[in-house]
Nanobody, 123 residues
Framework: VQLQASGGGLVQAGDSLRLSCAASGQAFGAYAVGWFRQESGKEREFVATISWSGQTILYADSVKGRFTISRDGFKKMAYLEMTNLKPEDTGVYYC?????????????????WGQGTQVTVSS
């Protein structure tokens, strides 16, 4: 599976952004999709994951109620809708695919990664 994340940008606190993750290659529907973020000098952080079916979703506590993960199997796309953005949401956002069908918070359980898209939230 090849993944490409897009949709990042520079926004102000309180604004919204929608990140997209385009997949190609092997059956996208056979993978759970996760979003992670990494701020410069810090470890990669789990944000959200959605199962292969879309039925099971997990969020990091820091984004719960503000971010929404979704996927469209026909289009081979996954999305991360981010609202009420805060400066601490700043970072490079990566989408990833895992064979753990229900999804997982652990980054080392994702086999495929996109190149990342930068999100910067100014105060």
């Amino acid at each position: 599976v090849q993944l490409q994340a897009s949709g990042g940008g520079l926004v102000q606190a309180g604004d919204s952004l929608r990140l997209s993750c385009a997949a190609s290659g092997q059956a996208f529907g056979a993978y759970a999709v996760g979003w992670f973020r990494q701020e410069s000098g810090k470890e990669r952080e789990f944000v959200a994951t959605i199962s292969w079916s879309g039925q099971t979703i997990l969020y990091a506590d820091s984004v719960k109620g503000r971010f929404t993960i979704s996927r469209d199997g026909f289009k081979k796309m996954a999305y991360l809708e981010m609202t009420n953005l805060k400066p601490e949401d700043t970072g490079v956002y990566y989408c990833a695919a895992s064979r753990i069908l229900l999804g997982t918070r652990a980054s080392d359980e994702y086999e495929y990664w996109g190149q990342g898209t930068q999100v910067t939230v100014s105060s």
